[in-house]
């Protein structure tokens, strides 16, 4: 069956770094694309950006454009979503997603989604 | 960016009843939208894409409906199991991806 796992939850500091993990199985990790998702408390979610598990292509929202990267690692089938200069408001459940269609297309629906890790940003 | 508003933003109501859920884009997103299903602690669950095709899995009581800007979720008799928040999702271009602040079906 479809599974992402994802890493445990960050406590970081304003301007710190962090790295989430998306470890796919259940399915060819080439073969879809993966899409981070996150949800600050109590509210809605906010779509981040994609990458392309066939090529590494990436599209990311304009608003986190040069604070976050998105990789693959095709030999662990691991997604990963690093975001820079963390601020109090990047605090959120952080999800990853995989998209409904094979690749090389991009829905950008999302069919099966990682369990959430949970980054606290606080001084 | 296309923004997108959902209403009402609390639904009260039965378990049998009909639920009938709104969501209207800024601009016009074709057919490119998807309705998730939350509930607490959980990962979004996908139900509805391209606007009316139901998802793997889900019962026939979801259906989605619209096109261009306004768009529709109705569950035909609520269950108990489908007292959550619904969030409608679009997907029109790469400008981004967007999702709409979520209506809250509770149990009235």
């Known amino acids: 069956q479809v599974q992402l796992v994802q890493s445990g939850a960050e406590v970081k500091k304003p301007g710190a770094s962090v790295k989430v993990s998306c470890k796919a199985s259940g399915y060819t990790f080439t073969s879809y694309g993966i899409s981070w998702v996150r949800q600050a408390p109590g509210q809605g979610l906010e779509w981040m950006g994609w990458?392309?598990?066939?090529?590494?292509?990436?599209n990311y929202a304009q608003k986190l454009q040069g604070r976050v990267t998105m990789t693959t690692d095709t030999s662990t089938s691991t997604a990963y979503m690093e975001l820079r200069s963390l601020r109090s408001d990047d605090t959120a459940v952080y999800y990853c997603?995989?998209?409904?269609?094979?690749?090389?297309?991009?829905?950008?629906?999302?069919?099966?989604w990682g369990q959430g890790t949970l980054v606290t940003v606080s001084s | 960016e296309i923004v997108l508003t959902q209403s009402p933003a609390t639904l009260s109501l039965s378990p049998g009843e009909r639920a009938t859920l709104s969501c209207r884009a800024s601009q016009s997103v074709s057919s490119y939208l998807a309705w998730y299903q939350q509930k607490p602690g959980q990962a979004p669950r996908l139900l509805i894409y391209?606007?009316?095709n139901r998802a793997t899995g889900i019962p026939a009581r979801f259906s989605g409906s619209g096109s261009g800007t306004d768009f529709t979720l109705t569950i035909s008799s609520l269950e108990p199991e489908d007292f959550a928040v619904y969030y409608c999702q679009q997907r029109s271009n790469w400008l981004g991806v967007t999702f709409g602040p979520g209506t809250k079906v509770d149990i009235k």
């Open positions: 990458i392309s598990a066939y090529n590494g292509n990436t």
């Open positions: 391209d606007a009316s």
């Open positions: 997603a995989r998209d409904v269609a094979t690749e090389p297309v991009a829905t950008n629906y999302f069919d099966y």
